[in-house]
Each structure stands twice: as C-alpha cells, then as structure tokens.
C-alpha cells in the first residue's frame, strides 16, 4: 500500500452495494430525545495509548491487565482465623488486666516516671501524659496481639470472598506524560529527524481528531516508511496536509458505523468474555478477560454449539468486526461468509458485499478464484463439487476437469460460465463440436488431444463426468442467471485480492438453495487455502469467517488449514455438532486447528471428541474414610454413648488418603451438562506454539 493509502491504481471505487443515494428536500426532523444517558464512551485516545499493556500467556486482554500469582496461595480455613482471633484478642485483654490491676507489677510504668518531672505530680500535664501512655501501651498490645491472631487477613477474608493476590511487578509502567517513551508524542517519528510530523500528529492525538482506528493505521504506515526509508517524504507530506486523515484507507472510511464489542487495535485484540473464577480454571487465569487476536486466529479455531447458542452473535461478528477495524488500518484483509440475514454488520462496514442470488448485488463471485492456469482452476472446483462425494477421487475429478478447461480457455481465452461448462460435462454436440472447431483453427493440436481424451472416457467405468455434471447444474439455475460471468461484463470478487486490506462479505442463498450454497462455500474455503499460501505479501494478516461450515470440509481443505499459519492467515469455522462433518474427517479437524471452542448445550457425542483433543492431566486427589471407633474401657463407652446421645452420631475417626491421579481436563459429560448458558469452554494455540489450556469462559453479550 502506498503511504497515501491508495494501491497505485485510478480507477474510481464503485459504490457500495445496498447503497441508496439521500433524495434532496428538507432535512428531517430531530429525533426525539433520549429516556437514558447515553453509554460509556470509554477512555480518551491518550489514556488509551498510555495504558500498560502486559500478557502472560495468549487469550489475554493486555489492556491494563494485571498479571495474577500462578498458584493459589495456601488459605487458611476461616474457622480457625476466627479462633485464633479471639484467643489472641482474649490474651490481650488478660494481659493489659494484669499490667492494669499491679499483678505483674508497676514496671511497666517506669518510662513514664522517668520522662516526668516532678513538679508535674497532681497537675493536668502529669495526667494528659500518663494517658498518652496508656494509650502507647494499648497499640502496642493490639498490634502484637492483632499479628499472633492474624487480625488484618480475617477483616480482608470478611471484606472479600476470595482474595486476589496480583504480580505487581510484572505490570510495565504508565508513560510519563510528555516523556520521551509518550506514545502520545510519537517518539518513533521524532527519532528519525521528523520533529514537525511527530508534533502534527500529537497535536492530532491531543485535540481529539485522531481516533485509535487512525493511530493504528499512521503507526502501521511508518513501519513501512522504516522498511522503506525512501517513502519517509511521502509520508510527512501526507501527514503536513491530511493530519490524522494521512494514509487513509481506499474506501476512506476511518472507522466501522457501529461497533458492536470492544476493541484494542493497539494489541489488535477483541474482548470476548471473562474467565469464570472458579476452581475449573487455572488459579492465574480466574477473573482475567479473555481476547482474541491474529496470533491465536492464525491457528484457525472451530467452534461447536446448538442453533441459539450465541456463535454468530458472540463470536463471529466480534471476530470480524476487530479484524474490519484492522483492514481500515491496514493490517488485514477479511472475507465472512454466511447465508443471506446473518447479523454480521451492516454494508456499508464492508467494502465489497457479494450476494449470490441476488439480482441487485453489486459484485460478483469469480467461479475460478482470479487464477488463469486451468489445472489449478480444475483443482479447486473438483474440490468444490465432488469433495463431499465418498468414492470419489477429487484426483480425477480434476482431471476431467482441466481437460475441458483448458482447451477452452485456450480457444475463446477464457473459463467458461456455468451454463458452458454445464453443456460441455453433459456432452452436448453443439458445445463439443464448437469448441473443436475453434481449437482446429487455431491449430492447438495439444488442447485437441486433452478434448479427444475426455471424450474416450466418458463411457469409463467410474467416469466423474455424469456426477460433476449433475454438481454444476446446481449452479445453473434461474436464480444464478448473470452470475458467475466470465465473459467480462460482470464485476467479480476473486480472493486473489487478499493482498489489499479488504473487508468483503459473501450472502450464501442457504435458504432456497442449500446444496449449491455448500458448494459455493467448499470452493471460497479452497480458494483462500490456494490464494493465502500463493501471496506474494504476507505482511497482511488473511482471514475467512464461515458463520456455518456444515457439509463445507473435505480431506483436501483440512490438510491446507495446517499450512495456513504459516503463510500468515487462519480461519474460523462454527457447527452446530460434528456430525456436520464426515466422521473420517473429526479427528483431523480436531488436530488441524489451533483453538478449539464447544458452547453450551454440546451434545456427549461432541463433548467425546473434544475431551479427546483436549487430553488428560495430572491432579491431586483427597480420599477420606470414616471408621468407626469401637472403646474397650467402660468410662470410654459411657462417653462415646453420651457424645452419640446429643450428637446424633457414632464417634468416628478420619483417615486422609492424598495420591495422584491422570484425569481428562473436560469430561464429555461435563461439556454436555456443566457449562451453563452464555457459557464455552475453549482451548487456544499461538502461531508460537504457545498453548492455554481449556478455560470455562462467560462470554460477553453482544447486539
């Protein structure tokens, strides 16, 4: 991206679509007014900025937090604190009656007598100071005594249910205000000779013209100036006449119209929920927020949870949301998929907004993923059509494939559209005898030997042929008409476009056409597994949002979601069960991702697989067993009779067996029954391989 924003090109955006342009006329009335304040705007830029930020260990808010002791500190029982503090607070009061009452004697009076003149005797000096003493004393006494007892932990035990025992040193320190370590300064620019833009841009950040959206973006421009210290004019000219607008993104949109769940774009974090503080999670992590960031997305992450769970509400249009915030910012590019009504933001939070089926979309789908080699076309479409199909080979779907692709692409210069390609799969003459025509004139005797093959093999045994042509007449039906144009006249998105900061949203016709929405979704799936890892620059975080991936995964698209962390690119995949997913492929699925997420209401069956994937790990367990005491004297006998005549219970001894014991992390019960509503449980890995174990999470709601 140049430092102005712009990709090099002229050409004009073309308008959003679902845009309608504002009729002229009068303005309209005022809204009428507000029955509440209106809500927390949060801090200011500049707080915002200078707040620490500190991690330890992924899936945690940065902002602010406060790292946490990693083990539980040893508690005493309360019943004993209370004890000790009254037999501590009895011994006090018997000691200062003692000193008091002269039974231990008047020694403790002698530095009184001996810092009191004489002359003082009967006056009011003398009786003001003998108190002040006294009153020396009673500290003194409450304060040994207030520490044998352990007064100060059972007032902060009463005050508080469960104390937080915080790492205090860990927590990096708050910028001095106009220090050289400012944020709000830019000592960055300011170190590399650009005095004045450093001081443009944080009389932006001051005057409150700049917004965090804008500071991501300017600081993420400088990283290139540094790679590139050519572009260091370019970039303080933008900054001198733009100021806070400099590098903005092509739509020009400097923020989302609405946001919908909390954002920390300088950690390029979303807020998804607090860890639940009970003695399920781990002792550091209890209280903690939990966030998501691409260093764990990169790994991909499935989530499993029934219809109204929460998934696209409080997961997948907060995932989106951040990393749309990030594009604006030149940070990532971001394409959701979803059926058509999914609440995943407006349209005009998106800059290319594809609705399949639609007849007033804006934009297209390239069927063929922008590539011009029909091989690698043949791949991705087999993968698309027949990847679902058991006993097929996608192997020689490709093939069949690529035989017809390529011999038309090399007559008439293109990929076929859907009703071409339908008619030559089914054999039709006219197609057939066209297309030979037309390579016969222009002498392609190679592609003429690919067409004569698959000719001979349609009246093989196992031909792919009939079941790709039966596929591909699900595309070509009334609804699709005009879409899919490869002739040029169309305005078609191709997910070779990831190298930009996109935010693109794709509308899936689930509804009314389930089966070719499936399809159209194995395709986008496949696509990006192709174009991420093809990427010339991987400096921009990809990323594909599937708000449903039922019936979406095949063996193919599972292997290439390992090689997605690598190439800087992840996905997120929701189900409603793993049954939506071939049982060959649910362990796989399982091992290829990084984090893995089950909400609330999991059936046993998925709950399985999950505490599969989530292992075993080693507890202390406490095994108590009571026996009864039988006496053989007969005073003993008469005692343990009166104690079980008021008790109500036979006199007994405990025997106390601690051992260690290997149990699974989450039972598949527990998944099932444990995790309350607004609940999930969920495992992250870091493109660093660094690892959280499963959490109990309470998600935060969403609208």
Known sequence: MDTDGTYGTDEKRPPRAGHVPRPAGPPPALPPKPAHAPADPGPSLTDWLRTPRSSDGPGVWT?????????????????????????????????WSLLWNGYLGGFWL????????????????????????????????????????????????????????????AVPARPEEGGPDDPVGWPQVRGAGLGE????????????????????????AWESVRAEPARATAFADAVRDKGAAACVHPSGARD??????????????VLLGTVDDSERNPYGRRGTRFALDPAVLGTSLLAVGPSGAGKTRQLVRPVVESLALQALAGQAAVIAVASAGAQLGPDTAYDVVVRVGDPDSVYDLDLYGGTTDADEAATLLAEAFVGDVPGL???????????????????????????????????????LGGLRTALEAAGQQVMLRELDARERQYAAQGDPGPTLADRVALLDRPAFAGFFDTTGQGRPFSLRALEHPLRVRIDLPERGHADASRILARLLLAQFNASAAARADRSLFAFLAFDDASHTLTPQTVRGLQRLRSANAGVLLTLRTLDDVPEALRT???????????????????????????GTEWVETRDVTHRTVFADQPLTRAIHAFRKLVTGKAVTTDAVTVRQVERERWS??????????????????????????????RLAATG
Request: with cysteine.
């Open 63 to 95: 902002y602010g937090h406060v790292p946490r002791a990693a083990e539980e500190p040893e508690r005493t029982p309360t019943r004993q604190l209370i004890s000790g503090a009254l037999i501590a607070l009895l011994a006090g009061l018997l000691l």
């Open 393 to 431: 080979e996608v192997r020689r779907a490709a093939t069949a494939l690529a035989q017809l692709l390529g011999p038309f692409r090399a007559a008439y210069g293109r990929f076929p559209a859907v009703p071409e390609l339908r008619e030559l799969l089914d054999r039709v003459p006219e197609a």
């Open 588 to 614: 796989p699925l399982l091992g290829a991702v990084g984090c893995r997420m089950a909400f609330s209401g999991v059936t046993t069956w998925d709950g399985k697989r999950f505490a599969e994937a989530w």
């Open 110 to 169: 002698w530095p009184l007598y001996m810092f009191t003149p004489d002359s003082w005797a009967g006056k009011l000096p003398s009786v003001v100071a003998s108190y002040i003493w006294y009153g020396l004393v009673i500290a003194i006494l409450v304060i040994g005594f207030g520490r044998l007892g352990r007064w100060p932990e059972l007032a902060r035990r009463m005050l508080r249910s469960r104390a937080v025992q915080a790492v205090q040193a």
């Open 197 to 220: 833009t450093a001081d443009r841009l944080g009389a932006e950040v001051g005057s409150g013209r700049m917004n965090d959206v804008d500071y991501a973006r300017i600081r993420r």
């Open 668 to 697: 598949a019960s527990e998944l099932a029954h444990a995790v309350p509503p607004g609940y999930a449980v969920l495992s992250l890995t870091s493109v660093k391989g660094e690892r959280a174990a499963p959490l109990l999470v």
């Open 256 to 269: 989302l119209p609405v946001r919908a769940a909390r954002h920390d774009l300088l950690a390029r974090q």
